[in-house]
């Protein structure tokens, strides 16, 4: 007997509800009527499905294989719907980006920027957590993730990671707290040379530094680094966003430990300079994708495939 797809997909709904009630509200149908669908379904597997613990519904080892079944089989559905969509609407594509909350705004411009104003193309720009945004790619609901955190991979979440930029880590602050020949140094094309050790030390203990939040990358290397130079460093603030470390620093809060990037505007106008580079620190920005049948075709040129298909750029 062929498979049931639609008692399939009142299990699926269930399953990741949790809750029979909730479930038929939500599809408004009875719960009996559900039950029956389930039950249905139960019996040309041959399994039970669920079951009880009080008012939760758990699913059994059976349930567990059938709902990663369903969720591909859904999930391939929703992905032809969408890419059939797209190219019956071959005048105009959607590229649909999740991007991490704390992300620098000037790294996100500099990656779709190859697709911005392009008339023939619309970027959807979505921010949330790491968490939010995954599920999102593995619901087919965007098509790429912008972060600076890897994201924990095995075989039930098949991300592909793409390195798409790093960057070095820089001391940043103003120039009245630098000093007056701190402009000139921090100049955009002029970046000042990493400084001997005892001199970095120094700057390190003679400032208080605005740092990335515990979880970061880049804050273990700053650690190490402190470590090393046998620096206690002051801390004047802790932060996740790279937008508030760029404000702090404007505020001149204490000097920011940063990528370039993150305060590009600034150190281009002089309202903040480079102190000095920090050595072996590096912060590396990803794009995530989810391995796919139909993939978007806008992401191959941005990931660095082939150029992008129907740029309004002239050829060189």
Same mark, same amino acid.
């Given at each position: 007997m062929a498979l049931n797809?639609?008692?399939?997909?009142?299990?699926?709904?269930?399953?990741?509800?949790?809750?029979?009630?909730?479930?038929?509200?939500?599809?408004?149908?009875?719960?009996?009527?559900?039950?029956?669908?389930?039950?249905?379904?139960?019996?040309?597997l041959g399994h039970a499905l669920f079951e009880r613990r009080g008012r939760q519904l758990l699913l059994t080892e059976a349930g567990r294989l059938a709902l990663d079944h369903a969720d591909a089989i859904f999930a391939t559905g929703e992905e032809l719907l969408g890419t059939l969509a797209a190219r019956d609407r071959r005048s105009r594509q959607v590229l649909r980006v999740g991007a991490l909350a704390t992300l620098s705004r000037n790294f996100q411009i500099g990656f779709l920027r190859p697709l911005l104003g392009r008339s023939d193309?619309?970027?959807v720009l979505r921010s949330g957590s790491l968490a939010e945004l995954l599920q999102s790619l593995e619901a087919h609901r965007l098509d790429v993730v912008l972060t600076n955190q890897v994201p924990a991979r095995d075989a039930a979440t098949p991300w592909i990671l793409h390195p798409v930029a790093e960057q070095g880590v820089s001391l940043v602050g103003t120039p009245g707290r630098l000093g007056s020949g701190a402009?000139?140094?921090g100049a955009p094309n002029d970046r000042p040379a990493v400084l001997p050790e005892s001199a970095l030390a120094a700057l390190l203990a003679g400032h208080p530094l605005i740092l990335p939040s515990l979880d970061s990358g880049v804050r273990s290397?700053?650690?190490a680094l402190a470590d090393r130079l046998d620096v206690r460093p002051r801390i004047a603030a802790e932060v996740d966003d790279m937008a508030m470390m760029r404000l702090?620093?404007?505020?001149?809060? *204490? =000097?920011?430990?940063?990528? /370039?990037?993150?305060?590009?505007d600034e150190l281009g106008t002089g309202l903040l300079v480079e102190a000095a580079r920090l050595p072996g620190l590096v912060?590396?920005?990803?794009?995530?994708?989810?391995?796919?049948?139909?993939?978007?075709?806008?992401?191959? *040129? =941005?990931?660095?495939?082939? /150029?992008?298909?129907?740029?309004?750029?002239?050829?060189?």
């Open positions: 797809y639609n008692h399939l997909r009142y299990f699926w709904a269930v399953a990741h509800d949790g809750n029979l009630t909730r479930t038929a509200e939500r599809l408004a149908v009875s719960q009996s009527a559900l039950s029956i669908q389930i039950r249905k379904l139960e019996q040309q193309v619309e970027v402009a000139a140094a290397g700053f650690d702090l620093a404007r505020e001149d809060l *204490g =000097l920011a430990v940063v990528p /370039p990037i993150v305060v590009k912060e590396t920005f990803h794009a995530v994708t989810l391995s796919r049948r139909f993939p978007n075709p806008l992401l191959r *040129g =941005l990931l660095g495939g082939e /150029p992008l298909a129907g740029s309004d750029d002239p050829a060189p």
